[in-house]
């Protein structure tokens, strides 16, 4: 099973450019997320979407934007990419919405450099 | 808001139990304590998760303190697998907002 699949792994963009950032679950997950990880910390809760078709702000969502396009798929835009925005990204799906404390699933991030 | 605490890094034998410690004093009533793990290059892994009773599954045990100001995750035999950084995570809401805060991570270093 391939569970959560994020694409790309890696990518290098200069400031000011744009980005979309792709995540795909194959679990039937009604939740999706995605977090940023910088080094030597925890990751920090961008964006969520409890539910197809719905999306809220997490803890750091300035500079950032998210579609929830199927149940299937959530994807996270950077308009105008800021070095600050350097990290790895990681999205994440769980069976039930938020109110559930079902375990959250994975991928293996997107390691994003901005120069 | 509430945060966790833990140690920067911890040592274990192999076969030997682990206990790692999290410290989460502003913790809300309402705000369920999960842990994950993660190996290198990798998202994280669930581990487990309680709100005020002890937990245990085929990964671990959970202790919570009774005034929920602390927890503590149990290995009950490291393995070498079992090196990775231990998170320790408040789950709950504030102020209508789904909230899902790491902390920093514990560093497991498991020794032959």
């Known amino acids: 099973n391939a569970g959560v699949t994020q694409t790309p792994k890696f990518q290098v963009l200069k400031t000011g450019q744009s980005m979309t950032l792709q995540c795909a679950q194959d679990?039937?997950?009604?939740?999706m997320y995605w977090y940023r990880q910088d080094p030597g910390m925890g990751l920090r809760l961008i964006y969520y979407?409890?539910?197809?078709?719905?999306?809220d702000k997490g803890e750091v969502p300035n500079g950032y934007n998210v579609s929830r396009l199927n149940k299937r798929e959530f994807s996270l835009r950077l308009e105008s990419a800021a070095p600050s925005q350097t990290s790895v990204y990681f999205c994440?799906?769980?069976?039930?919405?938020?109110?559930?404390?079902?375990?959250?699933?994975f991928g293996d991030g997107t390691r994003l450099s901005i120069l | 808001d509430a945060k966790t605490t833990q140690p920067n890094s911890m040592e274990s034998n192999e076969e030997e139990p682990v206990h790692l410690p999290c410290n989460h004093s502003?913790?809300?009533?309402?705000?369920?304590i999960h842990w994950y793990r993660q190996l290198p290059s990798q998202g994280p892994e669930y581990v487990i998760h309680?709100?005020?009773s002890n937990v245990n599954n085929r990964m671990a045990s959970l202790a919570i303190a009774e005034d929920r100001k602390s927890s503590t995750l149990i290995l009950h035999r490291a393995t070498l697998r079992d090196a990775a950084v231990y998170y320790c995570?408040?789950?709950?809401?504030?102020?209508?907002?789904?909230?899902?805060?790491f902390g920093t991570g514990t560093r497991l270093k498991v020794l032959a």
């Open positions: 994440a799906s769980s069976e039930q919405g938020v109110m559930s404390n079902q375990p959250q699933h």
């Open positions: 679990m039937n997950h009604n939740s």
């Open positions: 309680g709100l005020t």
């Open positions: 995570i408040l789950r709950g809401f504030t102020s209508g907002t789904y909230k899902y805060i």
């Open positions: 502003t913790i809300s009533g309402t705000d369920y």
């Open positions: 979407s409890a539910s197809e078709g719905t999306t």
